[in-house]
């Protein structure tokens, strides 16, 4: 028997299931009785029973900026990869600037398996998987830069109180810095030594989010990589 609906979230000791089932990643067993270990989205995958961490999972809400990869096209839209335990859909009229005719307009030709897009999430709320839009200025296809991945719990701490952390990242880095709220993050610099001090920052920042003074510590560190006195 299970208590809860796939992909609900769930709190340390909550019931799971019950019965012959395997305990898997953040959960333990007692007796015929699975509980979760850890707050996170529960996940039944046949006899198996386990808790995807939310600290290191992206739940998607409206508004959000996200980076995402194009996984699958269909006769309406795209499949996209968000990050997350959900796949972001990216409707053909979301996308297309003008009416879509599904007879004249080849979707592959806009977008294929394997691109990268700047979308927004517009609708979300667990019962259907998040809808997508690149329609908006600044949106769309990613055709230049790198990627850098943290978890997107980091997200945060990376921006900084009133983004005083990005926008020192951008100042001394000199990079155009594309944060999505997936933990996804798009850098483009002037050169790739640039783009290098930017990635180096910002896995530093992912590591020491938890520590105090790191705005100063960040930029003390990117300055002596380009050499200069602090």
């Known amino acids: 028997m299970f208590y809860f609906e796939n992909r609900q979230i769930v709190t340390p000791g909550d019931l799971l299931a019950e ?80 009416p879509f005719r599904q007879q004249r307009d080849n979707l592959a030709s ?7 897009i700047l979308a927004k999430v517009v609708a979300f709320d667990r019962t259907i998987d998040p809808i997508l839009t ?19 719990a980091k997200v945060p701490r990376i921006v900084g109180r009133k983004a005083s952390m990005i926008n020192m990242l951008k100042k001394e880095t000199e990079c155009k810095i594309t944060v999505g709220r997936n933990g996804i993050i798009l850098i483009s610099g002037p050169s790739p030594e640039n783009e290098r ?14 520590t105090s003074g790191l705005t100063d510590r960040i930029a003390e560190m990117i300055r002596r990589e380009k050499g200069v006195k602090t």
């Open 19 to 98: 019965g012959d089932y395997v305990a898997g990643n953040n959960t333990y067993k007692e007796g015929f009785r699975i509980y979760a270990s850890r707050l996170g989205l529960v996940e039944y995958d046949g006899r198996t029973v386990r808790v995807i961490a939310l600290n290191s999972v992206y739940i998607p809400s409206p508004g959000d900026q996200v980076i995402g990869k194009i996984e699958d096209v269909n006769v309406n839209g795209w499949i996209v990869d968000i990050n997350s335990p959900y796949k972001g859909i990216l409707r053909a009229n979301e996308a297309f600037n003008k």
């Open 110 to 116: 806009l977008l294929d398996v394997g691109d990268l």
């Open 134 to 152: 690149i329609r908006e200025p600044g949106l769309g296809k990613i055709t230049q830069g790198q990627i850098v991945k943290v978890s997107p």
């Open 197 to 210: 001090l930017a990635i180096l920052a910002i896995e530093r920042i992912a590591q020491e989010a938890h």
